[in-house]
């Protein structure tokens, strides 16, 4: 993404604020009840409260907005979201369930309850998540990229290296994936594979650790060291970003 996630809720707050002091309570109420995540209307202090990473504070205004208004989706989404970031997942898992029984059905929401999924080891129900997420965000990198990461978990290895593939072909300029895809190959038995896409990594990514491990990894597996136990090649990204 070209801006961060707080910028995203800052900016959104701004026009909301703006285009609301335009609408009559009507309108604006029947646009907070919409399916459609562009149509719908959230507290533009609570998503500002989000946007500045106040997560206390914004948890605390969505739950407001959600006492006043029970059947606002995008709200029950964005508290999800902020219990997600604390880490709270069996909260951030109940408020995205009771979005989309209300009716919300936006790429986010799907890749971001996949990712709360991936994280506690529920590859099966991320899986499913996750394709839903990817038919509904074709264009977006992450959704075939966590995609890809769940087939992976579950060893479906052709499946994961198609969702890779097609996450770089929208945006290849991502470490994580590439060194995801390298694992992959390495999985399969492609070797020179994985050693070529982990080479070129470390090459233009110095620092990305992951690339380097694995291929001393690899290094290790292909000499056939038998001094210690055989370490595994990691597939994990530096971390699971939800996304706004």
Known sequence: MSFGRS???LIAAIVIAI?????????????????????????????YFLGM??????????????SDDPTNALAHYHLGFAYGVVGQHRLELAEYQKAISLGLDDWQLFLN?????????????????????????????ETHFNLALAYERRGALAQAEQEALLSLRIDPGQPDARNT?????????????????????????????????????LH??????????EPKIGTEPSSYVRVP
Not at 55 to 62: D, K, L, M, N, V
Request: aromatic share 8%.
């Open 181 to 217: 895809l390298g694992a992959i190959y390495a999985e399969e038995g492609n070797y020179s594979k994985a050693s070529r896409v982990w080479n070129e990594l470390v090459d233009e990514n110095p620092n990305y650790a992951p690339a380097r491990t694995n291929l001393a990894i």
């Open 7 to 9: 910028s995203f809720f």
């Open 113 to 141: 309850l996949g990712l709360l999924y991936l994280e506690t080891g529920q590859t099966r129900d991320a899986t499913q998540v996750l394709r839903l997420a990817a038919l509904l965000g074709p264009d977006r990198p």
């Open 53 to 66: 990473e106040d997560y206390g504070e914004a948890i605390r205004r969505h739950r407001s907005v959600i």
């Open 19 to 47: 285009l609301s002091l335009f609408q009559s309570p009507a309108v604006a109420r029947a646009s907070a009840k919409s399916s459609s995540y562009d149509e719908q209307i959230c507290d533009p202090l609570a998503d």
């Open 220 to 229: 290790h597996a292909e000499t056939g060291a038998k001094d210690t136990a």
